[in-house]
C-alpha cells in the first residue's frame, strides 16, 4: 500500500467535507482506510466557530498501533504540523491524534461573543 497515496486521497476527502461542529459530526467511509496489515486509519478536519481541528485515529483489533507506524501516517496526513496525542485509555487499541489550528475570521452559524 502506498502511505502518501492514501494519505493524500484521506486529506483531500476530509478537506472536501469538513464536519462542522458542533452539529455535524458524522463521518462516512471516505475518511477511513483499512490497510492490509489491518491497521484502520481515519482523518477528519473539523470546523468550530474559532478552530480548525485536523484530527487522525488509528486502530487495530487486535494490538494498539505502534509509534512507528502513527508517525509514518501522520508525516503524510498534517505534513509540517506537530500532532497531540489525545489522552486514552492504558489498553486501548485506539489512538488519536490532534491538531488546533486557530482561524481568524472563520465562523458559521450564530455570532460568536
Known amino acids: 500500500m502506498d502511505i502518501v497515496a492514501e494519505a493524500a486521497?484521506?486529506?483531500a476527502e476530509a478537506e472536501a467535507r469538513p464536519l462542522r461542529l458542533?452539529?455535524?459530526r458524522r463521518i462516512d467511509e471516505r475518511h477511513h482506510l483499512?490497510?492490509?496489515d489491518g491497521?484502520?486509519?481515519w482523518f477528519t478536519v473539523q470546523l468550530?466557530?474559532?478552530?480548525r481541528?485536523?484530527?487522525a485515529v488509528f486502530e487495530r483489533e487486535d494490538a494498539r498501533p505502534t509509534d512507528a507506524e502513527c508517525r509514518a501516517w501522520l508525516r503524510e496526513l498534517v505534513p509540517d504540523r506537530e500532532p497531540?496525542?489525545?489522552?486514552?485509555l492504558p489498553d486501548a487499541r485506539a489512538r488519536?491524534?490532534?491538531v488546533f489550528e486557530p482561524v481568524p475570521g472563520l465562523r458559521y452559524g450564530a455570532a460568536a461573543p
Open 9 to 11: 486521497r484521506l486529506r
Open 22 to 24: 458542533p452539529v455535524n
Open 34 to 36: 483499512v490497510t492490509d
Open 39 to 41: 491497521l484502520g486509519v
Open 48 to 51: 468550530s466557530p474559532r478552530r
Open 53 to 55: 481541528i485536523l484530527e
Open 84 to 88: 497531540a496525542e489525545a489522552p486514552g
Open 96 to 98: 488519536r491524534f490532534e
